[in-house]
């Protein structure tokens, strides 16, 4: 996928990642179910989507059980 807000969360979590991380995150990566993101880091990433969009995310819906999976696509899809 070529969309830079896509390639933007990637990078975010990628560089999140560390040693003994995801071995390749892409932009249909579950970050949840992978293990690519925790809670702690599922917050400070919609942080950074709202950032990204001027406005709050209301953190229930992203969490919702219809949000899932969470890759960076479907966040760029649903909330930018």
């Given at each position: 996928m070529?969309?830079?807000?896509?390639?933007?969360?990637?990078?975010?979590?990628?560089?999140?990642?560390?040693?003994?991380?995801?071995?390749?995150?892409?932009a249909?990566?579950?970050?949840?179910?992978?293990?690519?993101?925790?809670?702690?880091?599922?917050?400070?990433?919609?942080?950074?989507?709202?950032?990204?969009?001027?406005?709050?995310?209301d953190?229930?819906?992203?969490?919702?059980?219809?949000?899932?999976?969470?890759?960076p696509?479907?966040?760029?899809?649903?909330w930018?």
């Amino acid at each position: 996928m070529s969309d830079a807000r896509v390639q933007r969360l990637i990078d975010w979590v990628a560089a999140r990642q560390g040693e003994g991380g995801v071995a390749e995150i892409d932009a249909d990566t579950d970050l949840l179910a992978s293990g690519a993101v925790d809670s702690l880091g599922l917050v400070s990433l919609f942080f950074l989507v709202e950032t990204m969009r001027g406005e709050p995310v209301d953190m229930a819906q992203a969490t919702a059980a219809e949000a899932a999976p969470l890759t960076p696509a479907r966040i760029v899809a649903r909330w930018l």
